[in-house]
Nanobody, 114 residues
Framework: QVQLVESGGGLVQAGESLRLSCVAS????????MGWYRQAPGKQRELVAT???????TYADSVKGRFSISRDNTKNTAYLQMNNLKPEDTAVYYC????????WGQGTQVTVSS
């Protein structure tokens, strides 16, 4: 298991940007499949984006072209750059890390006002 700490959430207006960060503990970060999920009130948690150890990425259709996931293995950190935010992006965003286990961060709130 690794410990994950997210940061970077906040309150923004529609059309603005935020960058979320997720710092992982330990020495296996470069091997981890990193992901960002979100959960809006009354809804199920949904996958937003993933990035493999190879750097390959996947995105939910709802965020393609607006969000970008990246990683810096020298800093044990994964990022989610969110541009052109919409009110429907409002949710708690969670970082995940997977190898032979799955770890979750505590979540960071993103609120987008119209």
């Amino acid at each position: 298991q690794v410990q994950l700490v997210e940061s970077g959430g906040g309150l923004v207006q529609a059309g603005e940007s935020l960058r979320l960060s997720c710092v992982a503990s330990g020495s296996v970060f470069s091997m981890l499949l990193m992901g960002w999920y979100r959960q809006a009130p009354g809804k199920q948690r949904e996958l937003v984006a993933t990035i493999r150890s190879t750097g390959s990425t996947t995105y939910a259709d709802s965020v393609k072209g607006r969000f970008s996931i990246s990683r810096d293995n020298t800093k044990n950190t994964a990022y989610l750059q969110m541009n052109n935010l919409k009110p429907e992006d409002t949710a708690v965003y969670y970082c995940s890390a997977a190898l032979s286990f799955i770890s979750w961060g505590q979540g960071t709130q993103v609120t987008v006002s119209s």
